[in-house]
């Protein structure tokens, strides 16, 4: 017997940790800190950062995006309960789409039987989407995002579970502004607050059920340069007026995290940043803007 929850905790859960605690390192926090917001001891840590990435075939996309949550949620003063969640969600929501049966038919010669979790709520419910927006927009505001600010502000929206349309994505109402170095919004996130991101969304989503959250940002020549070197996957938007969100309704991303619509004659070239939540969203976003500032320091 091998429950699904063990594949996961031996397989998924020590690499996570490995990434987070690089990526945790490699942003200036020291292992003694690392240590305290992964729950395990500095020698641990100390060994994860000596060891390599392990590349995951089955799990590699949804092990990238949880760990990424992961490090926001403990850098915006999430609780160990908050982390340990984010990762049983996780576990449900890969289940729900595969991938997990991949990895157990591969382990045991047998596909994932069918369980459910006791006590575990995955339902991404107004309240859960509003509350991980908040800390998305404190994460952005806990890092400089200077060069993706793009003349129409910025947002960030999510789809609720079983999004059926507009009317069904929480966002920030009026947009983000930037003021003083940070995002501002004037209101808390509600349904419906961004006609443009939701109807984005939507038609991603339709095709693509793992993406329900999307950032704009700007597009321009060295945040070209900065997706070139990070060897992301980009999808470039056909912007044919209303045949331009049909046709994305259509498509399978295929693991492109990064939409990029060219513009257009007084229309504003624009990135589009997708992700499994907006934590996972603005962990991207943080991203390309290091990425920038390295550039700036090779001159």
Do not use: W
């Amino acid at each position: 017997m091998l429950p699904p929850c063990v594949l996961l905790i031996e397989e998924a859960l020590p690499e996570i940790r490995k990434r987070a605690a690089k990526e945790m390192y490699s942003s200036g926090s020291n292992q003694i800190e690392i240590s305290r917001l992964l729950g395990v001891s500095q020698a641990m840590v100390s060994k994860y950062l000596k060891e390599e990435i392990n590349i995951s075939d089955h799990m590699e996309d949804y092990i990238e995006n949880l760990t990424g949550d992961l490090i926001v949620t403990a850098q915006s003063g999430g609780t160990r309960a908050d982390m340990t969640s984010k990762f049983c969600t996780a576990c449900m929501v890969m289940k729900n789409n595969d991938t997990v049966d991949d990895a157990y038919l591969k382990r045991t010669g047998f596909h994932l039987p069918d369980v459910s979790c006791f006590n575990i709520r995955c339902d991404n419910d107004i309240s859960i989407v509003s509350d991980e927006l908040v800390q998305a927009l404190d994460y952005l505001n806990s890092r400089s995002i200077k060069d993706l600010i793009p003349a129409v502000k910025v947002n960030i929206a999510t789809c609720i579970k079983n999004c059926e349309g507009g009317h069904d994505v929480v966002a920030f109402p009026g947009r983000l502004s930037y003021v003083d170095g940070k995002l501002r919004s004037i209101k808390p996130p509600e349904l419906g607050a961004s006609t443009h991101l939701s109807s984005m969304i939507c038609s991603v989503c339709k095709n693509n059920p793992g993406m329900v959250s999307i950032m704009n940002i700007a597009y321009n020549g060295t945040i070209k340069r900065a997706l070139e070197n990070m060897n992301v996957n980009v999808f470039y938007l056909t912007r044919k007026n209303e045949e331009m969100l049909e046709d994305l309704a259509r498509t399978d991303l295929k693991g492109h995290y990064y939409m990029v619509d060219r513009g257009d004659f007084g229309i504003e070239p624009c990135l589009y940043i997708l992700g499994n939540s907006s934590l996972s969203v603005a962990a991207r976003t943080v991203k390309v803007q290091r990425e920038i500032d390295a550039i700036s320091l090779e001159g």
